[in-house]
DNA sequence: TCTGAAATCTAAAACGTTATAGATTTTTCT
DNA sequence: AGAAAAATCTATAACGTTTTAGATTTCAGA
């Protein structure tokens, strides 16, 4: 194909540094925002002018500069991701920010990353991405009840989405693990293997996941006849070896209790060293009932029994959500719950 | 105080939206150049008019536009992290984040992350943000001896550190662990325990890192005269369940062998596993030296030895070690090595 | 063939910043 | 005091994009 060059610019098609909108413009001969708006496929654009910008924009490699975009609309074209400070759950909190990082990648939008401090103030990196626009829309993690981060955001209207649920989740997109449900099915699956006597190893009770937990084991002990405490004076986020000291004391002082239901598998691990402490033979006279976001507990303790959490699942949605939110800000908050299945129990 | 404006424009001092450097133009009556020469610290400002223009900024809370800035500038004040796919060793990437998200919490730059995976091209990631100018700077990790992302980065001139050394080490910043020093710390501790019959679980061969493993444990086992193997066919990084197969095969094979090295402590979990598979006694009649991230190695496996790497530390190193490129980037690239210590030995 | 509307394009302006060159004032020196 | 030099500030332009209003062309209808 012999390029004979006729109408378009001749002066022009410096192809020097990088392609903009007037690279195009000079090459097709057609001016600025008539290039800007073919590619946006405007409706006063005829569709004979749109194929051939298309043509040339895709020839040369035409990449919309961030910047340029970003001062004329505001658009960032940012995601932030804002990471609360968690003690031992890192490999949950990697998932979670690659899994969002890969699903965002099919948009134009890219993840930053803000983590803040267990002494830090949980508004101040909030503030700051909405005051200055720092991003388009955030994710949260590890909610409370009544978080003021997200009581903020629904203020200031500004799109976000949360992992984990909230007082106003009706409100809001959030994805979460349905802790409920896994309460109810770590009951009964204890139930089955004889273990009626439980213990609940519960998260810390400002997250509202931990009331989820609680309310599902409280409700399916009543049900089925076994008896279920609530671990007093220790969470899961604690540090390992108070867990493992408050599980031993525990099951010291209460011979009879044959099984405990934790949300975490690091805190499992605790607890199975803890139980071990106190004389348990964990899957013998003990069992153990876990979550779990990659395998290494289920390999390291097969006797401890594990249900599978997908994180990945869950960065998914978040970001599937934040984008849509941003594509179409009057829909509903895409919300989802990921419910515990007899599939993914001692999954391999 | 009062208020008595005098000089300062009369007509604007409209405290609408976000103050830019236009509202600080109005409120002092100065110029726009002049007012973003003052907070620059020109010298053809005088300290006056710089006070006060600093003392407005102050007061009405200037942030600069980012934007602006990326638009007139090029810089676009991000630090963009790479993250080559990693099996099972999420703990170590979600500290690695979050550390070099805290340090540059201190200077103008964020972090944005960006994942690939194992089938992606891994050329593809790093030559898009040097292409189309998405970061200043990137921080690769898991680098390979001969790496192209490294050749190539090096080639476009683009800042850049490395979380492991590779071949052009000298001619870029990096933050390494020594494992030449572990292999060696690793050998003559399990010698002082009497293991001298010793296998290594090396990390995937084309990581630089494998090779300084192999090396250290080599020249320590040669030294004091232990006998060393390095694992054929399986490496730290492969699943958890071919390593626990590949390490009981080889512990059947070689009833002598009473030591074993493993750089990854989810591998030393699995490693565990095949040495009890293999009729092992660990802490008895076999010995596991590991390096770890976290403390759960440790915590659930006290009879493994272990010996902490501080990730924290990497992070930190290596965000330090980007901005000061960009603030001074003719200066000899800032390079890091921890070695592990006595000290380090079975952490708390 | 002419009028008015529709279709299609362009010119100008703006987002916030900084570099450059030039203008103005102040200081210094003779 | 007057001229040159130094100090200090301002005007202009540009980075790349999109929105708005306006210009031009095309076409249907009379």
Redesign the pocket.
């Known amino acids: 194909m012999t390029e004979t060059p006729q109408k378009p610019d001749q002066k022009a098609a410096r192809v020097i ?2 392609p ?3 690279t195009i413009s000079k090459l097709s ?12 496929d405007a409706p ?6 749109k194929e051939k910008i298309r043509e040339i924009a895709a020839e040369i490699g ?4 961030r ?3 970003r ?3 505001g658009k960032t074209l940012v995601i932030s991701l804002i990471l609360a400070p968690d003690s031992e759950l890192m490999p949950h909190t990697a998932q979670l920010i690659t899994s969002i990082a890969q699903t965002l990648r099919e948009t134009p939008y890219h993840l930053n990353v803000t983590p803040y401090l267990p002494d830090d103030d949980p508004m101040k990196p909030i503030r700051q991405i909405v005051e200055n626009r720092l991003a388009d829309a955030v994710i949260l993690n590890r909610t409370q009840a009544d978080d003021p981060r997200v009581a903020y955001l629904l203020d200031k209207k500004f799109p976000f989405a949360t992992h984990g649920r909230t007082n106003m989740s009706e409100r809001h997109a959030y994805f979460d693990y349905d802790n409920t449900a896994f309460g109810d099915f770590a009951v009964r699956h204890l139930a089955e293997k004889g273990r009626k006597s439980i213990v609940l190893l519960a998260p810390m009770r400002n997250q509202v996941y931990a009331t989820h937990m609680i309310q599902g084991t409280l409700d399916a002990a009543t049900d089925i006849g076994s008896t279920l405490t609530v671990l007093d004076g220790v969470n899961s986020d604690e540090k390992i070896e108070d867990i493992r000291k408050a599980i031993a004391l525990h099951l010291r002082l209460n011979p009879e209790c044959d099984g405990l239901i934790c949300g975490s598998g690091v805190a499992a691990m605790a607890a199975a060293v803890g139980a071990a402490d106190a004389g348990r033979n964990i899957g013998v006279d003990f069992d153990i009932f876990s979550k779990e976001a990659t395998s290494i507990l289920r390999f390291c303790h097969p006797n401890i029994l594990t249900i599978r959490e997908d994180v990945s699942e869950a960065g998914k949605f978040l970001a599937n959500a934040v984008v849509s939110a941003l594509s179409d800000p009057d829909a509903a908050p895409k919300q989802g719950l990921q419910v515990p299945s007899e599939a993914d129990l001692n999954f391999a």
């Not at 035409?62 to 500069?65: E, I």
């Open positions: 540094g990088k903009t909108l007037k001969g057609l001016a600025i925002p008539t290039v800007s708006r073919a590619l946006s006063d654009i005829s569709e004979k002018t035409y990449v919309p500069n910047a340029g975009v001062l004329r609309t």
